[in-house]
T-cell receptor
Framework: DAGVTQSPTHLIKTRGQQVTLRCSPK?????VSWYQQALGQGPQFIFQ???????QRGNFPDRFSGHQFPNYSSELNVNALLLGDSALYLC??????????????FGPGTRLTVL | GENVEQHPSTLSVQEGDSAVIKCTYS??????FPWYKQELGKGPQLIID?????GEKKDQRIAVTLNKTAKHFSLHITETQPEDSAVYFC??????????????FGTGTRLLVSP
């Protein structure tokens, strides 16, 4: 049973460019969350997708957008890249169950470097 | 806003010693507290979690305690081994009726276990 997978593993971009990161959730999961982890920091919540809609959003600008596909996979898009966007981007998947705790399983992340 | 503070930032112990990591959360509505272990080049892996209706939970060498009044929770690792060396993150979450929850992470503790 494959866990959460992310691609690419590493990515180098220059300021002002746009980037798309991809995530496939763990088998049986229907909810995808994205987190940004700066070097030496804890992950910070970007947003969460369920049934192809954004359900929650953290304190990130509109340059960060996402999408979820019918097969539950997801993309994170970042426009107009800034040096400060350099980080490890983590995808986490879970199975939504209303009224209870939904364990989130993390992928290995995509390391984005903005030059 | 929601905030989770974590201490210490680094912890060095000898193999066989115990290690304790402490966290404090700000959102009194938080009711789910997972702990993650992150090894170099990997995504965070859930090692144990505790819910607000429980004061303590143990799983072999790992235990977590929760003090809701003080809004503190702690991770205890006994009989540490070199393979316990990693970065540990605490997190807090509010699990509600919608089934959508975001994790608010601490800043991490780098644990080094020397043989």
């Amino acid at each position: 049973d494959a866990g959460v997978t992310q691609s690419p593993t590493h990515l180098i971009k220059t300021r002002g460019q746009q980037v798309t990161l991809r995530c496939s959730p763990k088998s049986g999961h229907d909810t995808v969350s994205w987190y940004q982890q700066a070097l030496g920091q804890g992950p910070q919540f970007i947003f969460q997708y369920y049934e192809e809609e954004e359900r929650q959003r953290g304190n990130f600008p509109d340059r960060f957008s996402g999408h979820q596909f019918p097969n539950y996979s997801s993309e994170l898009n970042v426009n107009a890249l800034l040096l400060g966007d350099s980080a490890l981007y983590l995808c986490a998947s879970s199975l939504r169950t209303a009224g209870t705790y939904n364990e989130q399983f993390f992928g290995p992340g995509t390391r984005l470097t903005v030059l | 806003g929601e905030n989770v503070e974590q201490h210490p930032s680094t912890l060095s112990v000898q193999e066989g010693d115990s290690a304790v990591i402490k966290c404090t959360y700000s959102d009194s509505a938080s009711n789910y507290f997972p702990w993650y272990k992150q090894e170099l080049g990997k995504g965070p892996q859930l090692i144990i979690d505790i819910r607000s209706n429980v004061g303590e939970k143990k799983d072999q060498r790992i235990a977590v305690t929760l003090n809701k009044t003080a809004k503190h929770f702690s991770l205890h690792i006994t009989e540490t081994q070199p393979e316990d060396s990693a970065v540990y993150f605490c997190a807090a979450s509010r699990a509600g009726n919608t089934g959508f929850q975001k994790l608010v992470f601490g800043t991490g503790t780098r644990l080094l276990v020397s043989p």
